[in-house]
């Protein structure tokens, strides 16, 4: 087995996974818990009198702060977390799983946690 | 035959015969490799491009390129917010489950997503449950999809002289069979629906997952030129994003405020929206699968980008030209779901056209490969290889793996000849309850080392069963009380789709029932998951207790 795919390296890449898979989570419930509620709150049974457009770009303001501005966002905060956070693992040194022969009684055991 | 028609079709059909070289070529490196890893997933060896592509096509279904343009034509902005979760998609899809299902992927030698469950909980029982589910909403999904490529390219062939004759000859006997068919069919339909599924079904069965995954690169460069074309020829056609969209407020103001045209989105429907687009979409065995194939870890970050660039360049776009649509082309002129091929015709000319006409085509062809082989891997693998004869012989596997993906195809088409009535409710039921059933179990055993094998499955059934509650009222009703014919609406308890009921009920179930039983076996779990005490394993540990 290669140190880089020994047990404890194996549970240091899962304990990383694990904070990736939160990071994104987080960054999916706030784009919604963001994008959501404004577009409601400035496009919400509006008269088209009442709606502007920003820049004069043809875009109603809702739809421009409420969907256009946070996908720019979340595109440069997807950019950091493939380019500066999301680590590589060595996949090709990945081995498959060889079952404990019978009679390895420690390794047979329940996990407790 | 006007010179755009010809145009039109001549460079419609070099992108055809492009895909049939590709089919060719990846037949060639069939040949030089392990069978079934390479048919069914590629033999793990994707690059960024191919990774990215086959991605981003696949989950493109005809939907986004029918569909969607569609409710924009007739919603208006309202679109950009219910499509707007797509800024997180790439990142979500991917990032939430790629480096570790790929990992215990290799580990656990699992070519479907099926087959990962049932090793990584040791439980056959989940394998052929997952089998059995992925068989049963896939089929649904692949009515629809086939049902999708028919009529589009009824609309293309309608255009070449003597197509109607020549149909009208040889399929018209179809009309006695099914004498109360949808208005929309017809032989016309039936043409098309009968060359779409020989090309399909062709280079498939001919090239499995390589053929698909470089058809996809092709059929995602044809989508995202043809939205590209397009957004320039829209714009310019209606003069500009602001008198478009003044034009569109004049002509019904809520087209350009929320919730849109009748209640169109109301906030529960929204919220709906944000988890299934993102999440709903994480749990389809057809983008997971792809997540088992890249060839590093590097071709995913790369690859999520990638989507990324991809999707922003899609999907905003896509509301912009169809906001034009609605202004430069009056409401009803036009069947609502034409207003694709529609506008090319009206904007563009005839050569491309021919390119933009493809992209729909291109997006239902790359859903409906990857199904194929999804529905041939669930029966190869999943239930006959791994329960009903474990001893069956390769030679026997490829000759099973070609007519697997052959008949399912050629059954799908025969029953997209009378299909059921309204497309995207299909697709978005057999979406999501891909995801009730897949998500779930397959989250937790890649993050969770307590997860057990009957608390797997609990998640699997309960997630199934409580989205497909959801949808039984309306499905009897449909076919057998007042709503007959009408659109297939679910229960939405608190305003929520059904799919957000059935991932929390997945995902109750999951937790409680693993922690009601035993917990798995350590060996399992520090192989799969490490061990932060012990650097190597003991010596000698090998000799599986075989099942």
């Known amino acids: 087995m290669s140190q880089r795919d020994s047990y404890r390296e194996r549970w240091r ?7 990736e898979m939160w990071l994104v989570l987080g960054l999916w419930a706030a784009a919604g818990l963001y994008a959501v509620p404004v577009s409601f709150w400035l496009g919400h049974g509006k008269r088209p009198e009442e709606i502007t457009y920003p820049f004069g770009l043809g875009i109603p303001d809702w739809a421009f702060w409420g969907v256009f501005v946070p996908w720019a966002v979340c595109n440069v905060i997807t950019l950091v977390l493939c380019f500066g956070v999301i680590e590589d693992v060595p996949l090709s040194e990945v081995r498959p799983v060889r079952p404990p022969k019978q009679g390895d009684s420690h390794r047979d055991q329940h996990s407790a946690s | 035959m006007p010179l755009d028609d010809v145009a039109l079709l001549v460079s419609f059909a070099f992108y055809l015969a492009l895909v049939f070289l590709l089919a060719i070529a990846s037949h060639r490196l069939l040949q030089r490799k392990e069978f079934l890893g390479e048919y069914f997933l590629g033999s793990r060896g994707l690059g960024v491009w191919a990774f990215a592509f086959t991605f ?4 493109a279904s005809g939907g986004s390129f029918m569909g969607f343009p569609s409710l924009i034509y007739r919603n208006g902005w309202v679109l950009a917010l219910w499509i707007g979760s797509y800024m997180v998609v790439p990142v979500c899809t991917i990032g939430l489950l790629a480096k570790r299902i790929n990992e215990l992927g290799r580990r656990l030698e699992a070519i479907t997503i099926p087959d990962l469950l049932r090793e990584r909980f040791q439980s056959p029982a989940l394998g052929v449950a997952g089998g059995l589910i992925t068989l049963l909403f896939v089929a649904f999904n692949l009515v629809a999809q086939f049902k999708a490529g028919g009529l589009v390219l009824k609309t293309l062939l309608e255009t070449v002289p003597g197509y109607g004759q020549l149909v009208n000859a040889s399929l018209g006997w179809l009309g006695e069979l099914f004498p109360r068919h949808a208005p929309e069919l017809g032989p016309a339909y039936w043409g098309g ?3 779409f599924s020989l090309m399909v079904i062709g280079y498939t069965t001919y090239g499995g997952f390589r053929a698909v995954v470089w058809t996809d690169v092709l059929q995602g460069v044809a989508m995202g030129a043809g939205v590209l074309i397009l957004l320039p020829l829209a714009l310019i056609k209606a003069g500009g994003l602001t008198a478009a969209t ?13 919730p849109g045209p009748g209640e169109f989105l109301a906030f529960p429907v929204a919220v709906s929206f944000w988890v299934m687009w993102a999440i709903s979409g994480t749990g389809q065995p057809g983008t997971m699968v792809r997540l088992m194939a890249f060839r590093d870890s590097r071709t995913m970050r790369y690859g999520i980008f990638t989507v990324m660039v991809y999707y922003s360049c899609i999907y905003l776009p896509l509301v912009v030209i169809f906001v034009c649509a609605r202004a430069i082309v ?6 609502e779901d034409q207003i694709m091929p529609y506008m090319a015709r009206t904007v563009a000319p005839g050569w491309l056209a021919g390119i933009l006409i493809a992209a729909p085509f291109a997006a239902v062809m790359s859903t409906v490969d990857s199904f194929l082989l999804l529905t041939s891997s669930a029966i190869v693998r999943d239930l006959v290889q791994k329960v009903l004869k474990p001893d069956v012989s390769p030679r026997t596997v490829k000759a099973l793996s070609y007519g697997a993906t052959g008949l399912i195809g050629l059954a799908a088409m025969l029953v997209a000849i009378d299909p ?7 697709i978005v039921f057999t979406g999501s309850g891909l995801a009730s059933c897949f998500l779930m179990p397959v989250l937790l055993g890649l993050y969770w080392r307590r997860a057990t094998a009957i608390g797997a499955l609990a998640a699997m059934l309960g997630g199934t069963a409580t989205h497909l509650a959801m949808y ?7 076919y057998l009380g007042e709503g007959r014919g009408g659109n297939i609406v679910p229960l939405r308890p608190l305003g929520l789709d059904a799919v957000v009921w059935g991932l929390l009920a997945s995902l109750l179930l999951g937790v409680i029932v693993s922690l009601l039983t035993h917990p798995p076996q350590r060996w399992l779990i520090r192989e799969l998951f490490g061990d932060p005490h012990e650097a190597e394993p003991p010596t000698g540990a090998e000799a599986p207790p075989k099942r």
Request: proline fraction near 11%; aromatic fraction near 6%; charged fraction near 15%.
């Open chain 2, 330 to 335: 009056p409401l009803g002129t036009v069947p």
């Open chain 2, 193 to 195: 629906l009968l060359v």
């Open chain 1, 13 to 19: 890449r899962y304990r990383r996974s694990l904070v």
């Open chain 2, 420 to 426: 059921p009535q309204f497309l995207q409710d299909i």
């Open chain 2, 56 to 59: 981003a096509a696949t989950s």
């Open chain 2, 246 to 258: 003044a034009q569109v407020a004049a002509q019904d103001p809520s087209l350009v405020s929320l």
């Open chain 2, 472 to 478: 039984l009222p309306a499905w009897i009703d449909r």
